[in-house]
T-cell receptor, first 117, second 115 residues
Framework: DQQVKQNSPSLSVQEGRISILNCDYT??????FLWYKKYPAEGPTFLIS?????DKNEDGRFTVFLNKSAKHLSLHIVPSQPGDSAVYFC????????????????FGQGTILTVHP | DTAVSQTPKYLVTQMGNDKSIKCEQN?????MYWYKQDSKKFLKIMFS???????INETVPNRFSPKSPDKAHLNLHINSLELGDSAVYFC??????????????FGPGTRLTVT
């Protein structure tokens, strides 16, 4: 029962163009969403996040959009650079009635992004 | 100046053996985690410790036993290794466990291969 899914295993884009990575979730209790980036032989590194009270969060070239009604979020990278080539993981968490999440993240299976020069 | 380190990076062992993976963080965080990345590439949380106290314990065989001697260390001991335990194990830490708004910092992973 995968509650967070990234249905595109891979994405290939040209340098300078936009990269759009998608993520779907099934648990309506999720209230916080994150994107992590992973290079080979390294651990994931945090990229950007969004709270469920927002529908957009921007940080430089990276923008995350959240559509709660569709249970869908996307990561836009503009412009894409060869150094962005990596695996991108979507993750989600929710808080209990006391407002504590315990830091439990549910990850998708990742999308391999390749940016060609 | 490594933030979250794991040893060993690679571990090849035979079925039935007992092995340990060590994790240390120098970020001053109070919460540490163990994740397993299986062959389907999903990262799944196994355990979480806050100030040496177990706070997350997912459905994991009791052959897996985490131990946190102090806030900066979280080790994972695996008894009677099975073929299905082959995976990459990631350690992570965060400032607090209360909210996910504090990002988790991951170690480089330990690739465990059971033959």
């Amino acid at each position: 029962d995968q509650q967070v899914k990234q249905n595109s295993p891979s994405l290939s884009v040209q340098e300078g163009r936009i990269s759009i990575l998608n993520c779907d979730y099934t648990n309506s209790m999720f209230d916080y969403f994150l994107w992590y980036k992973k290079y080979p032989a390294e651990g994931p590194t945090f990229l950007i996040s969004i709270s469920s009270i927002k529908d957009k969060n921007e940080d430089g070239r990276f923008t995350v959009f959240l559509n709660k009604s569709a249970k869908h979020l996307s990561l836009h990278i503009v412009p894409s650079q060869p150094g962005d080539s990596a695996v991108y993981f979507c993750a989600a968490s929710y808080s209990n009635a006391g407002g504590t999440s315990y830091g439990k993240l549910t990850f998708g299976q990742g999308t391999i992004l390749t940016v060609h020069p | 100046d490594t933030a979250v380190s794991q040893t060993p990076k690679y571990l090849v062992t035979q079925m039935g053996n007992d092995k340990s993976i060590k994790c240390e963080q120098n970020l001053g965080h109070d919460t540490m985690y163990w994740y397993k990345q299986d062959s389907k590439k999903f990262l799944k949380i196994m355990f979480s410790y806050n100030n040496k106290e177990l706070i997350i314990n997912e459905t994991v065989p009791n052959r897996f036993s985490p131990k946190s001697p102090d806030k900066a260390h979280l080790n994972l001991h695996i008894n009677s290794l099975e073929l299905g335990d082959s995976a990459v194990y990631f350690c992570a830490s965060s400032l607090t466990h209360v909210t996910s708004e504090y990002e988790q910092y991951f170690g480089p992973g330990t690739r465990l291969t059971v033959t």
